[in-house]
């Protein structure tokens, strides 16, 4: 019932920057925390930033100071700026939204994006 979409991916030299966006869509449902993940190939997905409806953030240890996660919800939308890239944020990135019916608060569910390429390189 949630669609995710991103965009803004891209290949930049270390120490760019780079804004990634996610617009999700549905009907009758409330949408919660939302996120970003990466993976990097031969690696685990991981979480790189997640914010809640209220603006509460999470960063993983390794992005705190580089990437800030903010969302805007009358749109919908979650973005992550990234700034100071390193080569190792190289992954698919992903949007990852949790979310309940507007008719049954109790349960809740996530959907992901298709993911985005972030490329940092010299």
């Known amino acids: 019932q949630v669609q995710l979409v991103e965009s803004g991916g891209g290949l930049v030299q270390p120490g760019g920057s780079l804004r990634l966006s996610c617009a999700a869509s549905?009907?009758?449902?409330?949408?919660?925390?939302m996120g970003w993940y990466r993976q990097a190939p031969g690696k685990e997905r991981e979480l790189v930033a997640r914010i809640t409806r209220g603006g509460t953030t999470n960063y993983a240890d390794s992005v705190k100071g580089r990437f800030a996660i903010s969302r805007d919800n009358a749109k919908n939308t979650v973005y992550l700026q990234m700034n100071s890239l390193l080569p190792e944020d190289t992954a698919v990135y992903y949007c990852?939204?949790?979310?309940?019916?507007?008719?049954?608060?109790?349960?809740?569910?996530?959907?992901w994006g298709q993911g985005t390429q972030v490329s940092v390189s010299s």
């Open positions: 990852n939204a949790a979310w309940s019916t507007w008719y049954d608060s109790t349960l809740e569910y996530d959907s």
């Open positions: 549905g009907s009758g449902v409330v949408i919660n925390d």
